[in-house]
């Protein structure tokens, strides 16, 4: 089955810098690859997501690159602010499959 | 739209005991799920369900049950609580319109669970 790697466990930056966290994953026929934002005493909530036929997506401050060949995707946060923090999953499904493994998380924290 | 709503939000159980998690979603999605998160960790999905009658299990299915009479109820029933059942609960929803398009899932805010 697939396996999802994710990087660091955790993350310390200071406010106004930039975030990177990153996964890779197994199988190559994965096409789909959420990110989700855990906020403290919440569920994960979708912040970004992307397709196996595009290498890059941005929404304002974040964005997510995918490189195939390699099996790695990676989450960007521009210009952390402190309500950045919380715990960031990624996660990889096949087509059809519906059922995604998630990464163990990383917990980003935003020093002001 | 309420989106995903769960049931109780806190619960302590003494060993042995039983109890129900509800969770209900408005959005008609046909997909439902069940995780468990414990410290430190991600999510392990325990059941998961692709519509009204149909139920298949996750990674950690064991002294867990469910059931999916409609599309908007996935209750996840704990028998004989243990110690290792101590968690967080979250249940998930998601709605797929053809076969190989994944769609993300919507998340509850979650039941914490203590068994003593």
């Known amino acids: 089955g697939e396996n999802v790697e994710q990087h660091p466990s955790t993350l310390s930056v200071q406010e106004g810098d930039s975030a990177v966290i990153k996964c890779t994953y197994s199988?190559?026929?994965?096409?789909?690859f959420p990110w989700y934002k855990q906020e403290l005493g919440k569920g994960p909530q979708l912040i970004i997501d992307i397709r196996s036929n595009v290498g890059e997506k941005k929404d304002q401050r974040i964005a997510v690159t995918l490189n195939k060949t390699a099996k790695h995707f990676s989450l960007h946060i521009t210009e952390t602010q402190p309500e950045d923090s919380a715990v960031y999953f990624c996660a990889a499904s096949l087509g059809g499959s519906y059922i995604p493994t998630f990464g163990r998380g990383t917990s980003l924290i935003v020093h002001p | 739209n309420a989106g995903v709503t769960q049931t109780p939000k806190f619960r302590i159980l003494k060993i042995g005991q039983s109890m129900t998690l509800q969770c209900a979603q408005d959005?008609?999605?046909?997909?439902m799920y069940w995780y468990r998160q414990d410290p430190g960790m991600g999510l392990k999905l325990i059941y998961y369900s692709v519509g009204a009658g149909i139920t298949d299990k996750g990674e950690v299915p064991n002294g867990y049950n469910v059931s999916r009479s409609t599309t908007e109820d996935f209750p996840l029933r704990l028998e004989l609580a243990a110690p290792s059942q101590t968690s967080v609960y979250f249940c998930?929803?998601?709605?797929?319109?053809?076969?190989?398009?994944?769609?993300?899932?919507?998340f509850g805010d979650g039941t914490r669970l203590s068994i003593l």
């Open positions: 998930a929803s998601s709605y797929s319109f053809r076969h190989d398009s994944n769609q993300p899932q919507h």
């Open positions: 959005m008609n999605h046909n997909y």
């Open positions: 199988d190559s026929a994965s096409n789909y």
